[in-house]
């Protein structure tokens, strides 16, 4: 069943080390969004950019707020019926590094 929310990152706000079991399509409205992906690669999205983040826990990800200004995004949900839309994840020990280990 389709889900459609409004998310707000304040300022220094982050989402948390996480995966979603169904495909997500967002839209960031205002705002720079910083996310770190699974393979260590980092991705800006800024405001009316539009990005997809995949199923499934090989799919872990954090999006921070490292700007002044809230970043607000709208979230299009297509998570299996009974499953919850996010799953939170410990943060992967090569995140505390410089990089992720090779062959990731």
């Known amino acids: 069943m389709p889900v459609v929310r ?7 706000a982050g ?6 079991p169904g495909r997500v399509e ?11 992906l699974h393979d260590g690669r ?3 999205s800024r405001a009316g950019d539009s990005l ?3 199923a499934g826990p090989v799919h872990v990800h954090v999006g921070r707020n490292l700007g002044a200004e809230p970043v607000v995004l709208i979230a299009h949900y297509a998570a299996p019926i009974g499953c919850p839309l996010a799953v939170p994840v410990a943060e ?5 590094g ?3 280990p090779a062959g990731i």
């Open 6 to 12: 409004t998310i707000t990152l304040p300022p220094g």
């Open 15 to 20: 989402t948390g080390w996480h995966y979603h």
């Open 26 to 36: 967002v839209v960031v409205l205002s705002g720079t969004l910083t996310r770190t």
């Open 42 to 44: 980092v991705e800006v």
């Open 52 to 54: 997809v983040e995949e």
């Open 92 to 96: 992967p020990a090569w995140s505390r």
């Open 98 to 100: 410089s990089a992720p």
